[in-house]
């Protein structure tokens, strides 16, 4: 049974900065790529980054720079988002993923996910 379970999420400043986690336990497959979106209410979700069995990185060009994930190496089980200078418009419900695919392939997916987890909102006022 696998969980993605997120953590890290709250009310920030904009400028400021946060650190979201994905903890994810049971059998993902190691050729699973990790990805994080995010979500507005009434909005379509929107791929933020994503990271792959080869370790390649893919974000979404309007958060390049601002935005960096990571992947913990030991375990593979943990996988991070650095959010730098964040914006009012980063506002929204932060999840981590898991799918098959490269990492720019999964970034961009807008389609059915194989393993998803509950979100963290992030506030940035």
């Known amino acids: 049974h696998v969980q993605l379970v997120e953590s890290g999420g709250g009310s920030v400043e904009a400028g400021g900065s946060l650190r979201l986690s994905c903890v994810a336990s049971?059998?993902?497959?190691?050729?699973?790529?990790r990805t994080w979106f995010r979500q507005v209410p009434g909005k379509e979700r929107e791929g933020v980054a994503a990271?792959?069995?080869?370790?390649?990185?893919?974000y979404v060009d309007s958060l390049k720079g601002r935005f960096q994930v990571s992947l913990d190496n030991a375990t593979k089980s943990t996988m991070y988002l650095e959010m730098n200078n964040v914006k009012p418009e980063d506002t929204a419900m932060y999840t981590c993923?898991?799918?098959?695919?490269?990492?720019?392939?999964?970034?961009?997916?807008?389609?059915?996910?194989?393993?998803w987890g509950q979100g963290t909102q992030v506030t940035v006022s």
């Open positions: 993923a898991a799918d098959p695919g490269s990492a720019g392939y999964c970034v961009a997916r807008h389609g059915l996910i194989t393993y």
């Open positions: 049971g059998d993902v497959p190691s050729s699973y790529a």
């Open positions: 990271i792959d069995s080869m370790g390649q990185i893919s």
